[in-house]
C-alpha cells in the first residue's frame, strides 16, 4: 500500500483562506498589512521567488513594495534602506531576499531589520525566542511543515524527527519547533556517520539537505511520515526534493512531493507572518 500524498498547495489555500478573513478583519479597522521586499542584484531564481511573493501578496490584499537594486549598491546604503523602512507605520514586514552580492554581509543585514518586522524569522532576537519556546516570527519553511502536519493531524509529541541538515533557515529551526511540541529530536548532517542508521528509527523525518536520491525506501521504516524540503534538479533537469518518491511512497505512511508540497506553504506563512506582524503593530497602538 503506498503512502498517501500530503498535498502542499490544498493545505496553503485553506491557509490563505483562513489569512483573507484575517486580512478583512484589519481592513475594516483601517489597517492594511504591508511587505516591503527588497532584491539586490539580477540572481533569476530571486527575481522568480519574489515575484510569486508579491503575486501572492495581491490575491490576498496585502500591500507590497518593491524595491530594487543593481550588485553595485553599497552595504551602507542597504542598511540606510532598511532603518527608514523599520520607522514606516504601513509596512509590517521587510523581506531582504538572499543570496546578496558577496560584498555585503547578510548577517549584518538580518540584524539591521527591526525584530518586529522580521517576517523571515531569521533576527537572533526571533530565534532566541524561538529556542526558548515564546511566540515570535518563526522561519517560514519549518513553520509551514508544522502548519502541514497539524493540517494532516500527524501527532508530533513523543514522537522520534530526524532532521536532515542543519542550515539557520530551516534545519535548525525546524528541529526547535518540533522540540516545542514536545517530539525527540535527532539532528543529522554531512559529517553524521551510518545516518541511514537515524531515519530508520525516525516516525517523522524532514530532509533539507539538497542532495537529489539522499534517501530511498531502505533508508526508512514503515509507515514513516516524509516532508521532503530539498530542491534539486535530476539528470533530466526535473526538479527533485531529497527523497527518491517513486521508491519511497511505497513504504512510507505519508510522504510530500516535489514540486507541490513544501514549497508553497513557504510563501505563505511568509503572508502569515506579515498579517501576525500587522495584528500586533494595531494591537500595541490601540495599548499605546
Known sequence: MSASIIDGKLIADHYRQQLKTQIQQL??????????????GDNHASHSYVKMKRK????????????????????????????????????????VQLPLPEHINPITVIETISPSKDVDGFHP??????????DTFYSCTPLGVMKM???????????HVVILGRSNIVGKPAGHLFLNRNA??????????????????????????????????RDIKPGAVIIDVGMNRNEDGKLCGD????????????????????????????LYNTVKSAEWAHRNRQNG
Do not use: W
Open 27 to 40: 481592513k475594516e479597522q483601517g489597517v492594511v498589512p504591508g511587505l516591503a521586499v527588497i532584491l539586490v
Open 56 to 95: 501572492a501578496c495581491s490575491n490576498l490584499g496585502i500591500h507590497s513594495e518593491l524595491y530594487l537594486y543593481e550588485s553595485t549598491l553599497t552595504q551602507e546604503e542597504l542598511l540606510g534602506k532598511i532603518r527608514e523602512l523599520n520607522e514606516q507605520d504601513h509596512i509590517h514586514g521587510i523581506l
Open 184 to 217: 525527540t529530536v535527532t539532528y543529522c548532517h554531512s559529517k553524521t556517520d551510518n545516518m541511514s542508521s537515524f531515519t530508520q528509527q525516525a516516525d517523522i523525518i524532514v530532509s533539507a539537505v539538497g542532495k537529489a536520491n539522499l534517501i530511498g525506501a
Open 125 to 134: 532576537v526571533s530565534i532566541g525566542k524561538m529556542v526558548t519556546n515564546q
Open 149 to 159: 502536519l497539524e493540517y494532516e493531524n500527524i501527532p508530533v509529541e513523543g514522537k
Open 243 to 270: 527523497v527518491n518518491f517513486e521508491e519511497v511512497k511505497e513504504k512510507a505512511g505519508k510522504i510530500t512531493p516535489v514540486p507541490g508540497g513544501v514549497g508553497p506553504m513557504t510563501i505563505t506563512m511568509l
